[in-house]
């Protein structure tokens, strides 16, 4: 049972960092990213490839390319770098047009290609069989258990949240996150004030690229292995349900969503079974995952923490309030 | 490589075209007249497909009875999607990426609604592909002509629609500009229920001509077309029938063609392609903006 909850408790660390990422996309800059699971995946196949020892190339683990025996604080960082990269070619492709549907029909598109071409080109990471096999981080000089190593792994993890948390928290409360929710509420607006809104919004979704790479670094050093049935649509869907649902752009909401969405409902109900169809609760449980989406933006629009609002007194500019106080109102 | 290798690419060219012809032009109507991507349409050609399969396999139908049969239920699902899902949101007066968000999770549950209900195996409809017929350099079984055929009707009643009666003519004036059509006394509610209805129609036939020409299929089938029909529509002009119908056409023919040179497997990375290339140096599409159904 400890073993079970220490594992829930990983998972729910790396469910709130893919969570933090997507907030940032969507929470704070209003970007439509519908394939955010892709860019965890390649983080978690970079670090993986960058951490492991060189592909024998058709040998018992298969081929894949890399095989740098990076250490740990390394290896994430190459995922994260390699799946801000892909973040990057998708943003030109598909930021630069104003208007959301474009961004969100390539987001679609590439998910849709990456995870073919993956699958088929077997020399990048192994194809349908994906790589396994991974060294966990420092086990090698711990040699501890898998059930002993979730202590250590944990601390691991808890460190990287916190990381990753702080990152987040600071963009969102500094001017550049001001200008990402002012972008997010009238991108003419933004771009009137002179802000170039294709920068800003690039800059926010690569950053976020970075950070559900980090995540993916972090799960496939923990699993030790992945492959391309590990991250379907419905796994970038399940991030997205725990971001409506805790409270789109607030980091702590995330916290909670990260717990209610991933951990609470789809991890807990993975104990149930319907013996005669066994993939019944996979199709009951995406379309959940989908309800869940449409209610939440129905219902409870805000999440269930939401976001503060932001609120400027006029006493901080200087001679405005003299204004109000002589009855001259100031707009927007 | 021989030329009746590039021959073959071609006729199979025309038929993926074809199945994608009708599916483009039912979501670039719907977003002509209500100005945001349905992201569930996908699930629109799953769900005829396997109402077909209903009538098909369990009820021993005709295969093309079932298709129009489907093709009508699959516009009442689309309608009422538009009823139940959308208007509430049009009501509250949405962001458009909420509305965006709204459809992409519909998708999920429709396509795990038909996975619930059917089983994530192949199915195979019951049909005789029909003799091989020599037309000209290309070969194409009887089934594939019929593909072919519809698709081509399906184009030309949609031009006659749009072209001759009111509700076409109306349909062009809300895509141009929804306040204008409105205050000119065109009922636009209606209008936009016409529209769903249609793309529903068009997405259901899309679906069933796709499963019948791909022969195995799953609850997955939609969903994994649905870039490639982004891609027709996209090239031919987001909104623009005539623009998706080329897209079709080119799109269909690239891959296909292209199939004949290298690894099939790859051949939805030419869609891809074409896309990205569309959106980096024309995203307005290839045919001159003029109105935009």
Redesign the interface.
């Given at each position: 049972m400890l073993h079970y909850l220490l594992t829930l408790a990983i998972f729910f660390a790396f469910f709130a960092v893919e969570a933090w990422g997507l907030n940032l996309q969507?929470g704070l800059t209003?970007i439509?990213d519908?394939t955010y699971i892709t860019f965890v995946a390649i983080g978690a196949y970079f670090a993986g490839v960058a951490a492991m020892t060189p592909s024998t190339n058709g040998g018992m683990g298969g081929s894949y390319i890399f095989g740098w025996q990076l250490p740990f604080p390394l290896s994430p960082v190459i995922g994260g770098i390699a799946a801000a990269m892909l973040g990057v070619v998708v943003g030109?492709?598909?930021l630069r047009?104003l208007r959301?549907?474009?961004l969100?029909?390539?987001t679609?598109?590439?998910g849709?290609?990456v995870w073919?071409?993956i699958g088929?080109a077997t020399p990048l990471f192994n194809g349908w069989d994906g790589i396994v096999g991974v060294p966990q981080p420092y086990n090698s000089v711990m040699n501890l258990s898998t059930n002993n190593y979730e202590w250590p792994f944990l601390g691991i993890s808890v460190i990287v949240a916190a990381i990753i948390f702080w990152l987040v928290r600071s963009l969102t409360e500094s001017p550049y996150g001001r200008i990402l929710r002012a972008i997010r509420e009238d991108e003419n607006v933004a771009a009137a004030l002179g802000k170039n809104v294709f920068r800003y919004r690039m800059s926010a979704f690569v950053i976020g690229a970075f950070i559900a790479g980090i995540s993916g670094a972090l799960q496939i050093e923990y699993i030790g292995a992945w492959n391309p049935s590990g991250w379907t649509?419905?796994e970038t869907?399940i991030v997205?349900a725990a971001m409506?649902v805790g409270g789109r752009g607030n980091n702590r909401g995330m916290l909670l969503g990260a717990f209610l969405v991933p951990v609470l409902f789809t991890e807990a109900t993975r104990w149930i079974t319907i013996p005669a169809?066994p993939?019944?609760m996979?199709?009951?449980?995406?379309?959940a995952?989908?309800?869940?989406?449409?209610l939440a933006?129905?219902f409870r629009?805000q999440g269930v923490i939401p976001e503060r609002k932001r609120v400027f007194p006029l006493t901080t500019i200087p001679g405005l309030k003299e204004d109000v106080a002589n009855g001259h109102t100031a707009q927007g | 490589m021989t030329l009746s290798l590039i021959w073959m690419g071609i006729g199979f060219g025309l038929i993926t075209a074809s199945v994608l012809a009708l599916g483009a032009v039912g979501l670039t109507l719907q977003f002509g007249v209500t100005n945001f991507v349905n992201f569930a349409y996908g699930e629109f050609l799953t769900i005829g497909a396997y109402l077909a399969f209903v009538f098909n396999k369990g009820l021993n139908m005709n295969i093309w009875l079932s298709m129009l049969i489907a093709g009508v239920l699959t516009a009442v699902v689309a309608y009422l999607f538009n009823v139940w899902v959308i208007q509430p949101f049009i009501k509250r007066k949405s962001q458009m990426i909420i509305l965006l968000v709204v459809t992409i999770g519909m998708d999920l549950f429709l396509m795990n609604f038909v996975q619930a209900i059917f089983g994530p195996e192949f199915k195979q409809y019951q049909d005789p592909a029909g003799s091989i017929l020599h037309i000209g350099p290309f070969l194409f079984t009887l089934q594939q002509i019929i593909i072919i055929l519809i698709a081509a009707a399906a184009m030309v009643s949609l031009h006659v629609l749009l072209k001759y009666t009111k509700l076409g003519k109306a349909m062009r004036a809300l895509s141009d500009n929804a306040e204008l059509a409105l205050i000119s006394g065109i009922p636009t509610m209606r209008v936009t229920n016409y529209a769903w209805l249609l793309s529903g129609f068009l997405g259901g036939l899309a679906g069933v001509v796709l499963a019948i020409n791909v022969n195995n299929f799953t609850p997955a089938l939609g969903s994994e077309f649905l870039f490639v029909i982004f891609a027709a529509v996209i090239m031919g002009g987001i909104g623009r029938p005539y623009g998706a119908m080329l897209g079709a056409l080119v799109i269909g023919l690239a891959m296909e063609v292209s199939a004949t040179f290298m690894d099939s497997a790859y051949k939805t990375v030419v869609a891809f392609g074409i896309l990205v290339i569309m959106l980096l140096f024309r995203p307005q599409g290839i045919l001159p903006s003029r109105g935009r159904v």
């Open positions: 969507f209003g439509l519908f030109i492709i598909g047009r959301s549907d474009y969100a029909i390539v679609v598109s590439v849709q290609i073919m071409v088929n649509t419905l869907f997205w409506l169809h993939l019944l996979e199709a009951i449980r995406g379309m995952i989908g309800l869940l989406m449409v933006v129905r629009p | -």
